[in-house]
């Protein structure tokens, strides 16, 4: 069992830049591939990106692309999402997440443990 708990959302200007940090209080992130989701009202939990294990594969979704990056360390058991000149657009609860999946997942149903969420607003 993985408990997840995200921090460093927050209220930020566009153009700003977040950290989100996970980190796993109980069990262990090793050998574990870890993804960060967002998610909006009314809206379906979309994929935003995902590390492999080591930390040498990653994948990222069309919108933030060139924007985040995702980052780990397995011997903090923490998982990081570096987002860059935010937008409005990227205004959401964004959700960490693992999977025992040995490929790099985007479906939420790939996803073993979740977090709580941290929200992220972006104001114009």
């Known amino acids: 069992q993985v408990q997840l708990v995200e921090s460093g959302g927050g209220l930020v200007q566009a153009g700003s830049s977040l950290r989100l940090s996970c980190l796993a209080s109980?069990?262990?992130?090793?050998?574990?591939?870890m993804g960060w989701f967002r998610q909006v009202p009314g809206k379906e939990r979309e994929f935003v990106a995902s590390?492999?294990?080591?930390?040498?594969?990653?994948d990222y979704s069309d919108s933030p692309k060139g924007r985040f990056t995702i980052s780990r360390d397995n011997a903090r058991n923490t998982v990081w999402l570096q987002m860059n000149n935010l937008k409005p657009e990227d205004t959401a609860v964004y959700f960490c997440?693992?999977?025992?999946?040995?490929?790099?997942?985007?479906?939420?149903?790939?996803?073993?443990?979740w977090g709580q969420g941290t929200q992220v607003t972006v104001s114009s």
């Open positions: 109980s069990g262990t992130i090793l050998y574990s591939i």
């Open positions: 590390i492999s294990w080591t930390g040498g594969s990653t």
């Open positions: 997440a693992a999977s025992s999946a040995r490929v790099l997942p985007r479906k939420r149903e790939s996803y073993n443990y």
